[in-house]
Nanobody, 123 residues
Framework: QVQLQESGPGLVKPSQTLSLTCTVS??????????WTWIRQPPGKGLEWMAV???????YYSPSLKSRTSISRDTSKNQFSLQLSSVTPEDTAVYYC???????????????WGQGTQVTVSS
């Protein structure tokens, strides 16, 4: 059973960089055919896909967040991480990590998600 767990600060000041880590258990992040994503949900809004890192380390970003976002991984720890720079109160959201399935160039969300972590941007 694959499990994902987000970790990071619950409160970040405006203009700072938000750093989140997702620890994966029950499966390797290097397993072929899978990718690992970050998704967020601001209060009162829908889910927003942010970034993905595939099993081979290749990365893809949401165009609207690309300039501020970086996704990376540590295969020795079976973790992947997100950094979001220059945060504003509009970045306040519940942040989720999740597994996706790669089929050629198509990406579809899998059933394995973390519980989500609330991040508030406020001074």
């Amino acid at each position: 059973q694959v499990q994902l767990q987000e970790s990071g600060p619950g409160l970040v000041k405006p203009s700072q960089t938000l750093s989140l880590t997702c620890t994966v258990s029950g499966g390797s992040i290097s397993t072929s055919g899978y990718a690992w994503t970050w998704i967020r949900q601001p209060p009162g809004k829908g889910l927003e896909w942010m970034a993905v890192i595939a099993f081979d380390g290749s990365t893809y970003y949401s165009p609207s967040l690309k300039s501020r976002t970086s996704i990376s991984r540590d295969t020795s720890k079976n973790q992947f991480s997100l950094q979001l720079s220059s945060v504003t109160p509009e970045d306040t959201a519940v942040y989720y990590c999740a597994r996706a399935v790669l089929a050629g160039v198509a990406l579809s969300m899998d059933d394995y998600w973390g519980q989500g972590t609330q991040v508030t941007v406020s001074s």
